[in-house]
């Protein structure tokens, strides 16, 4: 089992920034990625950013060039800097680990963000 903590969110103006961060604990030697998926209002939930435990990073259209994923391993944590920020941003934000060999993803309870002037 791997359990995810998130923390960071919050409300910001739009054009601010904020960074959340989420630390695993439990199985985490076997963790072959982790990421950021947020889910609005009355949407589905989607991907924000991803970083695999060698470094390689993916990020959505609509995080490309705003948001950046980076992670530590000594203490298994994945952060989220997020730049810029939009209302379109609003969402509750969710951490992801995803264990490869088991085909098993685990999630956070989710941290809120919203931007509004």
């Known amino acids: 089992q791997v359990q995810l903590v998130e923390s960071g969110g919050g409300s910001v103006r739009p054009g601010g920034s904020l960074r959340l961060s989420c630390a695993a604990s439990?199985?985490?030697?076997?963790?072959?990625?982790m990421g950021w998926y947020r889910q609005a209002p009355g949407k589905q939930r989607e991907l924000v950013a991803t970083?695999?435990?060698?470094?390689?990073?993916k990020y959505s259209d609509s995080a490309k060039g705003r948001f950046t994923i980076s992670k530590t391993n000594a203490n298994h944590t994945v952060y989220l800097q997020m730049n810029s920020l939009k209302p379109e941003d609003t969402a509750v934000y969710y951490c992801?680990?995803?264990?490869?060999?088991?085909?098993?993803?685990?999630w956070g309870k989710g941290t809120l963000v919203t931007v509004s002037s």
């Open positions: 970083i695999t435990n060698d470094g390689n990073t």
């Open positions: 992801n680990a995803y264990r490869r060999l088991l085909d098993m993803d685990y």
């Open positions: 439990g199985s985490v030697v076997s963790i072959y990625s």
